[in-house]
């Protein structure tokens, strides 16, 4: 069963740059059809679908984070990242890293934990 | 105007049937997936494709879709169903997948 843990800063000061890594146990990112990506959630639960990339180096992104976002796959040591630039206040939430198996809408079928980040000087 | 609309909140007494329901314009092209949150933890994928349950998920959860609305029907209500429940669909426009602001269920 596959097994995915965020891990990276809780703290994030605004217009600074936010780093997460997604570490993936159970299962090689190598195999298989999966998109390998992030979602979030803010304190008032919503969640906002932030991007994700296959092991094929396609990538989709939410519209509104496009021109901040960057997810990047490290499949030798069955890791992903992500980074998000110039944070501001409207990006404290939980971040959790998913497997998507694709399809319109994602299939999100192993999620981590996540992690509270939050911005602030 | 949110683009996928859910009641806030529902609830049923143990053993009862409950229906959520979605609604959008978004949902008319598009599959509905939906996820379950209980308390503390992650999401997790109950319903996909409408009416799909993955492996391991109970034959008590099933899912329907008609023109622009979806539901999601919980049957023989239990004390561990009670968790926040999200739709989700893709916005053909947007070309991002849109939730619903989620149905919290408690279980008198």
């Known amino acids: 069963q596959v097994h995915l843990l965020e891990s990276g800063p809780g703290l994030v000061k605004p217009s600074q740059t936010l780093s997460l890594t997604c570490s993936v146990s159970g299962a090689s990112m190598r195999l298989g059809s999966f998109f390998w990506g992030w979602m979030r959630q803010t304190a008032g639960q919503e969640l906002e679908w932030i991007g994700r990339m296959h092991s094929d180096g396609s990538a989709d992104y939410s519209p509104s984070l496009r021109s901040r976002v960057r997810i990047a796959l490290e499949t030798t040591k069955n890791q992903f990242s992500l980074t998000l630039r110039s944070v501001t206040a409207a990006d404290a939430a939980t971040y959790y890293c998913v497997r998507d198996r694709g399809f319109y809408p994602p299939n999100f079928d192993s999620w981590g934990q996540g992690l509270l980040v939050t911005v602030s000087s | 105007q949110p683009l996928l609309t859910q009641a806030p909140s529902a609830s049923g007494a143990p053993g009862q049937r409950v229906t959520i329901s979605c609604s959008g314009s978004a949902i008319g092209p598009n599959p509905v997936n939906w996820y379950q949150q209980a308390p503390g933890t992650a999401p997790k994928l109950i319903i996909y494709?409408?009416?799909q349950r993955p492996s391991g998920v109970p034959g008590r959860f099933s899912g329907s879709k008609s023109g622009t609305s979806a539901s999601l029907a919980i049957s023989g209500l239990q004390s561990e169903d009670e968790a926040s429940y999200y739709c989700?669909?893709?916005?053909?426009?947007?070309?991002?997948?849109?939730f619903g602001g989620g149905t919290k269920l408690t279980v008198l």
């Open positions: 494709s409408n009416d």
């Open positions: 989700a669909t893709w916005h053909d426009n947007l070309n991002c997948p849109l």
